[in-house]
């Protein structure tokens, strides 16, 4: 699948449409989502142009892969989740149900989460 520069997260990245901000650095950008499914519900994205996790662990230049999972953790132990612990969730492709197709990790905390998949 190619990478669409205008899906909603590329548009983000760019300044286009806002967001509530977390974190920010060279490889990667927090933000609020939009409709919470937990007390804390954070995305992080790639600076990158990356459809999802499959094109991302392709094709992403080690530097980035590093610098984007050290961010994510960071966004995760800043909003004082690392220790009652969190969930870290990335879809890939239609059975997953990715809607956005810039990759991106949901960081869920807040709450006991309950089991891993629902339904
Ligand atoms: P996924 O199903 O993994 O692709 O998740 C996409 C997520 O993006 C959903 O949880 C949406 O609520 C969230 N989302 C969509 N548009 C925005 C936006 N403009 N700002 C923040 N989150 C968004």
Redesign the pocket.
Known sequence: MAYDPNN?FAR?LRGE?P?RKVYEDDYALA?????P?API?I?VIPKGAYVSFDDFSRYAPDAEIIGFFRAAGQVARAAGAAEPGYRLL??HGPD?????PHF?V?IFAGRKLGPLLAG
């Open positions: 909603i983000i449409i967001c933000f609020y989502d939009i409709n499914q519900h995305l990335a879809n997953s149900h990715q809607e956005v991106h949901h």
